[in-house]
């Protein structure tokens, strides 16, 4: 399976733009890029997803570079309950059936 | 919509016992993953189901196994414990089409003294 890198810990501050980074140089064409997230005390929470073409939906954005071999979850204004440890994983086309995890990036929003 | 429902909670066995959790998947989806989380490892996929079939598995011993129900509702079972089994067990259910998101459970966190 393909390998992402992303820092382990992030800080922003609240109702301030979040930029998360992704390496992952070794994608294969047909790999998505899935972003979940973490709460405390609960399960992984979908968050975006995509291929090559750039990403929106209601909670977030992702950017995904010309080479693909980076991109970055971008959360337009930050909430305290953005706070979280956010995960980016390739899967292949086939399906979210056996997602690798790595270890996250922890977001800390400051009030 | 009722999400993806674990039970129990919080569960603590000692070594050599065997457990089964349970999952309820959302109403509708025929796929369950399972998925062990430890602060050291992180989260590690264990195995899918799919219409009563495995379809997936993950690198773990055959100590862990699961099954599926024609409801979609699923079992894991972990024999012969170990201290290291101690981790968050978390169930992940879909429908079952390609790259489709995860709805996940909050988990049973199984605790082996």
């Known amino acids: 399976d393909a390998k992402t890198t992303q820092p382990n810990s992030m800080e922003s501050n609240e109702e301030e733009p979040v930029h998360l980074p992704c390496n992952h140089s070794?994608?294969?064409?047909?790999?998505?890029i899935h972003w979940y997230r973490q709460l405390p005390s609960q399960g992984p929470e979908y968050v975006i997803h995509?291929?090559?073409s750039n990403v929106n939906n209601r909670m977030a954005s992702l950017a995904i570079a010309e080479d693909r071999k980076s991109s970055t979850l971008i959360l337009h204004r930050a909430t305290l309950r953005d706070a979280a440890v956010y995960y980016c994983i390739l899967s292949p086309t086939q399906g979210a059936q056996k997602l690798v995890f790595g270890q996250g990036t922890r977001l800390t929003i400051n009030p | 919509k009722a999400g993806v429902t674990q039970t129990p909670r919080y569960l603590i066995k000692t070594r050599g016992q065997q457990v089964t959790l349970s999952c309820s998947p959302i109403s509708g989806h025929r796929s369950v993953s399972w998925y062990q989380q430890t602060p050291g490892q992180g989260l590690q996929f264990l195995f899918e189901y799919f219409s009563e079939t495995q379809r997936n598995k993950g690198n773990f011993p055959g100590r862990f196994s699961g099954r599926q129900f024609s409801n979609s509702r699923s079992e894991m079972n972990v024999s012969t414990l170990e201290l290291g089994d101690s981790a968050l067990y978390l169930c992940?259910?879909?429908?079952?089409?390609?790259?489709?998101?995860?709805?996940f459970g909050s988990g049973t966190q199984l605790s082996v003294l």
């Open positions: 992940a259910s879909r429908t079952g089409s390609t790259n489709e998101k995860l709805f």
């Open positions: 995509g291929l090559t």
């Open positions: 070794t994608i294969s064409g047909t790999d998505y």
